[in-house]
């Protein structure tokens, strides 16, 4: 691809220059052949006025008088003079050189003919005009003239401009060259770069050089290769935490399952006791498994189609499913649910949202804890809020809170039964409706959570 490149850029440069070199070739030499064609006939035109007009005073034309009339006039330019009569018969004739017979019959008409021609050494002229006096025509003359001088000046700028041309040329070709090279080697530096982060080495950055096009297409590969860095880090904690999570429920239930097979007479309540860990821990495999699958499709984006969803009827059903759950820790629950706070999303999604967040604040709360819910909109959001009394976030953990696996309090999780996967879960769910989620301190203690959704408008939801 570099030397096509490459290729096609001396390429359009060389039919650059040959357009240039073929203008500055034709059209100088052109254009001062025609001002000296222009200026030759106009000398030749008055020369040969000035001839006829000699020749018109005699009352008779002999050869004598004409050559004693030419003789008298500065004539020693001229290869040929002919003279002719109003019959066409040759009167005076001297000197080399020839007349088109065209040009010679158009003066005799009363006509003024001039020719001229650049043949290699040779710049050659005729004119004819016609010799009238107050009697009617009297004949023609016609004047030839080879400007050997002037071909040779015409040929010398011709030579110097193709000279300048070729120097030209190929001074810009050089320059062409040099700088194509210069600029294919910094992207084939760059091309290595890339195919060294292919190749799996995502830590490696591309050095760059300069400020121009080419050096922000590399700052931008280094900011695509720090992301991929970044993500390559998350797939592996991920895949790490994932097979952790996994490891430790399925290590428990294994050694569960050993202890009863290898214990040939175990009581029938031990028998029950181990055969309910085992249930207990398959639950949460199971619920870890579900969150992964969750998670999975969220990266995958597929979200489904948005309808309008009431967040106070979400609300009060995930109040009403945890309130088993709440009087088993002693947390009490209240509510301030405002009507007509309406999102556009999916309703799963959205009781997903409400039930990680208060089960979070009721499982991570203390005995005789309170978490309230609250419901409330503005002109272009609709907001919610999880107030616990619970144990509270730090300050440092508050940035990782939404990382996927990542406990602020990795014991007591585990005994809650936590997987490290649900505010991963909220976090997602939210900001794939346009949403936004934080957290901070609740008073005297605990944490609230504040998510934010956009307002839907009135044609958004039909209603």
Known sequence: MTHSIRFKFILFILAILLVLILLLNLYPVASSRGTMFQEKRSSLTSQASAVSSALA????????????????????????????????????????????????????R?????????????????????????????????????????????????????????????LVLL???????????????????MSIVAGGDYAYRHE?????????????????????????????????????????????????????????????????????????ESDRLERTTEKLLVLSRMDDDIQAVPEPVDLKQVALDTLSALAPLA?????????????????????EDMERIVFNLVENAVKYNVPNGSVTVRLSQDESA?????????????????LNIFTRFYRV????????????????????????????????NNRPQGSVFIVSFPRPTSEETGI
């Open 327 to 347: 009087r088993d820790r002693r947390v009490s629950l209240a509510s301030h649910l405002d009507d007509g706070c309406v999102v556009m999303a999916s309703r």
């Open 175 to 193: 320059l062409a060259m040099t700088f194509s090279w210069l600029v294919l080697r910094r992207l084939n530096d760059l091309t290595r770069s």
């Open 382 to 398: 609709v907001h919610l809020s999880v107030e616990d009394t619970g144990i509270g976030i730090p300050e440092e953990d508050r």
């Open 208 to 280: 760059v050089t300069g400020s121009d096009e080419i050096s922000e297409l590399a700052q931008e590969f280094n900011t695509l290769t720090e992301k991929l860095e970044a993500n390559e880090a998350q797939r592996r904690r991920f895949v790490s935490d994932a097979s952790h999570e996994l490891k430790t429920p399925l290590a428990s239930i294994r050694l569960l399952s050993d202890s009863i097979l290898q214990t040939e007479d175990m009581d029938p309540g031990t028998v029950r006791e181990f055969v309910t860990d085992i249930r207990t």
């Open 110 to 170: 009363g006509e003024t003919a001039f020719q001229t021609a650049l043949t290699g050494t040779d710049f050659i002229s005729s004119v004819a005009v016609p010799i009238a006096a107050r009697e009617g025509l009297r004949g023609a003359v016609a004047l030839y003239e080879n400007d050997r001088d002037l071909a040779r000046l015409l040929l010398t700028v011709r030579e110097r401009i193709a000279i300048l041309s070729l120097m030209i040329g190929a």
């Open 409 to 440: 309090d990795k014991a007591r999780s585990r005994q809650s039964g936590g997987s490290g996967l649900g505010l991963s879960i909220v976090h997602d769910a939210v900001t794939a409706y346009g949403g936004s989620i934080r957290v901070g």
């Open 57 to 108: 005073g005699p009352e008779r034309l002999t050869e004598e008088e004409v050559s004693r009339i030419i003789g008298a006039l500065d004539l020693d330019n001229f290869d040929r003079i002919t003279v002719l009569d109003a019959d066409g018969s040759t009167i005076y004739d001297d000197g080399e050189g020839r007349f088109a017979p065209e040009d010679l019959q158009t003066a005799l």
